[in-house]
């Protein structure tokens, strides 16, 4: 029923953002820093279908312009996170979710799972915030994390011996959830059955993120946690603010970095690309 893989699609809640692009641009765009260095920063959407290929073409000029790959955390960290968040994610024996969450909350999920034939034993045991995961799991919705950006990246990096580094450590990626309070982590999970309008479908924001508007990407996040805007800056401003510094010892490294982050990470008035114009560096949308 759960996969270790499920920070992966834990962060399809960061596709967003971007500064609006005009008509053939994609969601690539080309840093250049103060002091001369470059880099290419891509956003990404985790998850994909088939349908979705080929990449919008400035992915793979950014990947061979580039000798190192840079993402949110790297494969093997991913891996050791996943395994980490399984047993975060678990209530230690004798306690339960009913334990930590409104009975209003723990009836509806009763009845939502009886449903779906889950027994109460399999839900019970999982905290709120690894529940809200699940429930939103790539597999559940016809697309698949190998097919993602990164997934496509990582195996292009593979077969051409580049190497690949991560933003933050395995720690950093998984307290975004497991450090949430009881009330927090209930929220989160609450916020995966109130219905998104039309424009809200993951097939808009793919279609926004294909043509690299990240201005629309970044209002449509906001809008999506109006109900609870902590989050979004916890899952979003706050760990941009975390990757600034580690992205301009990329710039002046002496190598090329193509540094690849979910697309809700880059637009907005606390995204990527404004914290980078801010610190001097030049931006060109590919």
């Known amino acids: 029923m759960f996969s270790g893989k499920f920070f992966v699609s834990a962060l399809l809640l960061a596709l967003a953002a971007v500064e609006a692009g005009a008509e053939g641009h994609s969601c690539v765009w080309k840093v250049t820093g103060p002091k001369g260095g470059t880099l290419y920063l891509g ?30 955390v790297d494969e093997k960290t991913l891996q050791e996170s996943g395994r980490a968040a399984d047993r975060a994610g678990r209530y230690r024996r004798g306690d339960s979710l009913k334990n930590h969450v409104d009975p209003r909350t723990y009836e509806y999920l009763r009845r939502f799972f009886a449903i779906l034939k889950v027994p109460e034993e399999k839900y019970a045991s999982y905290r709120p915030w690894y529940l809200a995961l699940m429930l939103q799991a790539p597999q ?12 496509f990246l990582l195996r292009r990096a593979r077969a051409n011996h580049k190497p690949i580094t991560g933003l933050e450590s395995g720690r950093e990626h998984m307290a975004v959830f497991s450090e949430l309070s009881d009330r927090e982590s209930e929220a989160v999970l609450l916020l995966t059955f109130i219905p998104q309008e039309e424009t809200d479908s993951a097939k808009a924001m793919t279609a926004a993120w294909r043509r690299g508007d990240a201005d629309w990407l970044a209002r449509q996040i906001k809008k ?48 990527l690309l404004a914290l980078l114009r801010a610190r001097g560096c030049r931006i060109e949308q590919l």
């Open 140 to 151: 559940l919705h016809g697309l698949s994390t190998d097919l993602g950006v990164e997934g």
């Open 43 to 72: 956003g990404s959407v985790h998850a994909l279908s088939g349908s979705d290929y080929p990449l919008p073409a400035a992915f793979n000029r950014a990947f061979d312009a580039s000798d190192r790959i840079a993402f949110e």
């Open 224 to 271: 999506s946690y109006a109900d609870f805007p902590a989050f979004a800056a916890r899952v979003i401003d706050q760990r941009n603010r975390n990757w600034i510094p580690k992205i301009e010892r990329f710039l002046a490294s002496g190598h090329t970095y193509f540094v690849v982050v979910g697309a809700g990470h880059l637009g907005g008035p606390n995204g």
